[in-house]
DNA sequence: CTCTCCCACTTGTATGATAACCGGTCAATA
DNA sequence: TATTGACCGGTTATCATACAAGTGGGAGAG
């Protein structure tokens, strides 16, 4: 056994069957506001039980997909999708990384734009701690991530946009792991770039404290886009000021 | 019978067992990782059958919140809400379209801004289109509000970000209906206004034919900033080149 | 003590039954 | 004729039970 491999576990049949008719939603092969075929005939056509017909049901409802009533069907969301979104991005594709990231990249600029009018004086006391978190690691010749991801959340948080704040949340959760795998593959940082990474940052707190809302943004995004250069993900390719 | 509105129509039961299981994990009393009870023992907790358990616990899997395992149980997902972004606005809460449509302006002016880069002729084209359209239409003292929307989406497609173009596409459809209710409520568009609009259209399109990204996003910025006031949702208060 | 087998527990799936609900038919009635 | 109201077939919502399949631990053999 010279190639062993995860095995692959037997896919749950409410799993299968909520991803075709999902599919066939998206399609447009049930058109918005029509009716779906009925649980016991699915159930026939899937050659299930019609239990897996309703889990898998349960599942589009609560992507608002589709919307049953008692007694009359389901029927397909008049915008389906709508409220929810998802992103699900091939871990080995560069370009889906370098896109979420240029979406990051324009999000939390604008949050940085944000937070250097709005932030509280406790907030910037927050973001100076984190940088000097990050300086003593520096001397000791480690790296921070913590206190670098908290540099980030609290800015996004000092945006008072509560909404800035969870989107950013949300898309780092996804960049993450990807990000991870991404950095294990290239060599270990420079030494040097963890200087450069902090001197960035200094930039965008110093733009932020001085309630300079076009130099946070401006600051914010020459940050990001170097990490996604040094991330290996290409540049940014958008406006700069 | 003076003030008859619709009836209440009873919940259906698993979306209560959904909502209370959803909130007792974002809440942390079931912290990641964590095994839930039994679905046997969830049913009796509940008083209700385990079908019905089931079904809650497939829309929790849907928006991974938790993960199952035959034989096992049922796990409190490491990341909770990973990989999946949702907004629920109040729609009566002017705050909360607010910040979704200060969310809409950062990153429509990034997809502006992109789109000045990236933009292909056919794509100029029927941006030019749109404007011509709406320009008919202005001459006929209408409101074209279609190839409005069909010049916002061109230029997210412009911008050759699919992410970009999902997550407008998204917002849009969530702020469509509440600004559909809002701008009800204050009075119809006064008729110079729909100058101005098209003005502000005809300053994003030029800094995209001119290939000038910078001024592309601050015309963009610039329309999106007018429209929210123009809608009561208040000024943009962020950074502006 | 170690190894193996078995069993309790859990989720996944199937089946059948009942209740609630909906739209339409159609006869009874004013 | 027009309106009402009971009824019917079809559909979803819920329940109850049973069995299959996977997991982990513990009893018992060696």
């Known amino acids: 056994m010279t190639s062993i491999t995860t095995v692959t576990r037997a896919p749950r049949l409410s799993d299968e069957v909520a991803r075709q008719l999902a599919a066939a939603i998206r399609t447009g092969e049930f058109a918005p506001g029509a009716r779906l075929p009925s649980e016991k005939e699915l159930a026939e056509r899937f050659d299930v039980s019609r239990m897996v017909v ?3 049901m349960s ?19 008049a915008e ?14 560069v370009k889906d990384l370098h896109d979420i990231f240029q979406l990051r990249v324009a999000v939390e600029g604008a949050a940085a734009g944000l ?11 927050m973001m100076r701690a984190c940088l000097h978190d990050m300086n003593i690691a520096i001397a000791g010749k480690e790296d921070d991530v913590a206190a670098d991801n908290r540099f980030h ?3 996004a948080r000092a945006s008072r946009n509560p909404y800035f704040d969870r989107f950013l949340t949300f898309l780092g959760a996804n960049l993450h792991g990807s990000i991870a795998r991404a950095r294990s593959n290239t060599a270990a940082r420079h030494p ?11 930039a965008v707190f110093a733009a932020i404290e001085q309630r300079n809302a076009p130099a946070a943004e401006a600051a914010m995004r020459g ?14 390719t958008g406006s700069r000021s």
């Open 80 to 93: 389906p999708g709508r409220g929810l979104f998802r992103l699900e991005p091939d871990p080995a594709a």
């Open 192 to 202: 040097e770039s963890v200087l450069a990474v902090q001197a960035e940052h200094e």
């Open 54 to 56: 309703r889990e898998a």
């Open 223 to 236: 940050h990001l886009s170097a990490a996604m250069e040094r991330l290996g993900l290409g540049p940014f």
């Open 59 to 77: 599942r589009l409802k609560s992507d608002e997909l589709i919307d049953t009533r008692q007694g009359l069907g389901a029927f397909v969301a």
């Open 153 to 155: 959340a609290t800015i």
């Open 115 to 125: 937070a250097a009018v709005r932030a509280s004086r406790s907030e910037l006391a």
